[in-house]
């Protein structure tokens, strides 16, 4: 018997102890990535494959629904178009999409539906010049004028009218298209406003004489057929107006300021 053995022993055994606390987590740091490293960029390279052909499946899927749904939209079946344009946001959304069930909700009159389509589709991309159209024209359809007028100010802002160096052709005409189409969304807005206003139209006076024509109007001595009244009417060819564009791209803004200056005038003196 060794006097203060029990007490060695314990201090020994607390040494041992120590060590193998210190040294575990070194050990450990230098044994995983020699136990992990070939199996695990093998597995980090099969999972990155796994989720590429996850998207490449969702993408082709949702292809597929986008060009049934159009199909049938085409084809005057619009609450199909919607369930399969659903099923193509399922799988992968996207603004052309989203704008394409905006168009299928306008068509059976879904007005708040179509409006928040295509902010859905502005969200994902704010340049896309069908998905403002859509908006407006069902905010329009909705008596929303004044909002319908807001949206397409800011389509003009965020649409570019003029085609970047690097787009073809075939793009460069559909761009072009695209904003005549916003352009004359503007007027059935300022038409469907007055409609609703009760505003006069030709209709509602006699031609006497023509007193001059100008760039993309001819204005004529009228008599309103109500109570023989008469005017001068100012006719703007939209025809016109179209041609001039290209050369005077603000032409349609001068019509519409010309229209707010002659509704004020209808109104009277304020204050």
Request: hydrophobic share 40%.
């Amino acid at each position: 018997h060794i006097p203060g053995n029990a007490s060695w022993a314990a201090r020994t055994s607390s040494l041992r102890t120590g060590l193998a606390a210190s040294l575990a987590p070194r050990l450990l740091a230098a044994v995983k990535p020699l136990r992990d490293w070939p199996f695990a960029r093998h597995r980090s390279g099969r999972s990155d494959r796994d989720a590429m052909a996850a998207l490449a499946d969702a993408a082709a899927k949702a292809e597929r629904l986008k060009n049934d749904a159009n199909r049938s939209l085409s084809e005057n079946r619009p609450k199909e178009a919607i369930s399969l344009y659903t099923e193509a946001l399922a799988a992968q959304p996207s603004a052309v999409v989203y704008a394409n069930r905006a168009a299928a909700n306008i068509r059976i009159g879904r007005w708040k539906a179509a409006i928040d389509d295509s902010d859905a589709a502005l969200a994902l991309d704010d340049s896309y010049a069908k998905a403002w159209y859509r908006k407006a024209r069902a905010l329009c359809e909705d008596r929303q004028y004044d909002a319908a007028d807001r949206t397409l100010d800011e389509a003009f802002v965020k649409v570019p009218r003029e085609s970047p160096p690097e787009e073809d052709a075939s793009a460069a005409f559909r761009r072009e298209k695209e904003v005549d189409a916003l352009e004359r969304l503007r007027d059935l807005v300022e038409q469907k406003r007055d409609e609703a206003k009760g505003a006069p139209s030709i209709k509602h006076f006699e031609v006497l004489d023509e007193l001059g024509t100008g760039n993309y109007s001819t204005i004529y001595k009228v008599q309103r057929k109500a109570d023989g009244e008469i005017f001068a009417l100012k006719l703007v060819e939209k025809a016109q107006v179209d041609k001039i564009k290209k050369r005077h791209p603000n032409v349609h803004n001068e019509v519409k300021m010309e229209k707010r200056a002659l509704h004020k005038l209808q109104d009277g003196p304020q204050g």
